[in-house]
């Protein structure tokens, strides 16, 4: 089941558009590289999530995700504000996701939940599904 289509309104249907095309090699967090790596899939666990907010005005600004995958890496994923009602909600700590589609980013600011230069961002094309590897 492709878990970004939802029954939003139809500015978030728009915004939750997903492919259904998924190759079936997955990759590890430790091959993922920035601007080469938007057509792989990876098999990762939701270790943490959270909303990141500006503490001025109180708006949230993304939610935020530390991915795990079975060679124990981890990264951390960024949803952006605008796509949070398509994926925050479908995502459950403590679960094993398919996740395809996605940029990987190198950071820009100062803002870095793990010691690493890089972080995933889901898009409007990304596909989320439950995999079958165990936690």
Known sequence: M???LSTFSSQSSRLCQSSKKMSSMY???SDLQPELT????????VTRK???FN??????????????DERNRSIHARIPELLME????K????VVYQIHQFEVKVYRTQYRPLNRDMFIQLLRRTSIRASHIPA
């Open 2 to 4: 492709i878990m970004a």
């Open 27 to 29: 990759r590890f967090l």
């Open 38 to 45: 938007d057509k792989w899939k990876v098999h990762v666990m």
């Open 50 to 52: 959270w909303r990141t």
């Open 55 to 68: 503490p001025r005005s109180g708006k949230i600004l993304s939610a935020d995700l530390i991915l795990t």
């Open 86 to 89: 398509c994926f925050y909600n």
């Open 91 to 94: 995502l459950t700590e403590g």
